[in-house]
């Protein structure tokens, strides 16, 4: 597993479904890109953020990781633009 350190989140994507309101299946193509991602784990200076949160991320702000055939990013707190409640 991956441990971040200081003040960095680890995320895993959460998959968005293709599917519209009126239950169209849609192209990949046609899928936004969405910034929500699960918190795996979280580094000792983390103040706000647990890990088992949704969050909502600056996607730009990311460092993309693969580990053991799965995505995950690494991001800093301060990156994080809120919680999913």
């Keep these: 597993m991956i441990q971040p350190v200081k003040d960095n989140i680890l995320l895993e994507k959460i998959q968005v479904e293709n599917v519209s309101k009126s239950g169209i299946i849609l192209s990949s ?16 200076d983390v103040k706000e953020i647990v890990k088992g949160d949704k969050v909502i991320f600056e996607s730009y702000k990311t460092t993309k990781i693969e580990y053991e055939n799965k995505e995950y990013l690494l991001i800093k707190e301060e990156n994080i633009l809120g919680k999913i409640i």
Excluded: C, F
């Design 29 to 44: 193509e046609s899928k936004d890109e969405k910034n929500i991602a699960a918190v795996i784990a979280i580094g000792n």
